[in-house]
């Protein structure tokens, strides 16, 4: 999202416009469904938790709008054209193969990769805002669920529950066997401070998480260290 507040122009053409032309070839294909990798950004700011794909939409940041956007392309192509829509609004993803140097890797590779080189990974802000991890292994379940259901619409996909970023640090250094502090920095502009899912909806297309947060962080820390983790993930 932060690249999206300091160019909002390309993150417009690469979510936005990149949806639009992957529906249209959809249909110049002859697609039957599509399944939409939205974003629990779209809640923006709205401070009642848990979040439900009923309340109304704040986006806070430019990449958020563009998401938000491609949501009612989705909706609008499946009411003009016929083709089946459904957007997965995805919370906070994580797991292996995740690339801790880049700037669009989630926040818990970079604190694995921090921790286990015996660094000091940075939070922004004092560490209290929360978020609600889901392990790759069900956001994988739930696209496969979304692309063979014949439900449409749209369902958040996240575990549903809340963890603070220094909570987070904790669990990390656990799963790791090693001590972890942190060092702060200051907030940045367009981050939310509170995500919890609510994911009964998705029970419309079966899904449900299977992964608890300690053991998605035990299977990634795995990974980081050379190691198979479970599920040929």
Known sequence: MQRSVEDPAVSNEVNLDGTLNMLLAALDCGVRRVVLASSSA??????????????????????????????HYARVFQELYGLQATSLRFFNVFG????????????????????????????YGDGEQTRDFVYVADVVRALILAASSSKTGIFNVAR???????????????????????????????????SLADVRAGQ?????????????????VRWFRGERPRGGI
């Not at 809640?43 to 958020?64: F, H, I, N, T, W």
């Not at 990769?113 to 000091?120: K, P, S, Y």
């Open 42 to 71: 779209v809640y923006g700011d709205d401070q009642e938790l848990p979040k439900r794909e009923d309340m109304v939409p704040r986006a806070c940041s430019p990449y958020a709008v563009a998401k938000l956007a491609g949501e």
């Open 160 to 194: 549903g529950e809340s963890v603070s970023l220094n909570r987070l640090l904790q669990m990390i250094g656990k799963a790791a066997g090693i001590e972890a502090e942190a060092k702060y920095g200051p907030p940045r502009p367009g981050d939310i401070k509170h």
């Open 96 to 123: 292996p193969k995740q690339d801790p140097s880049s700037e669009y890797s989630g926040v818990i590779s970079r604190f694995i990769a921090a921790v286990l080189d015996g660094r000091q990974p940075t939070i």
């Open 204 to 220: 419309l297309i079966g899904y449900s998480p299977q992964w608890s947060v300690e053991e998605g962080l035990r299977e990634t």
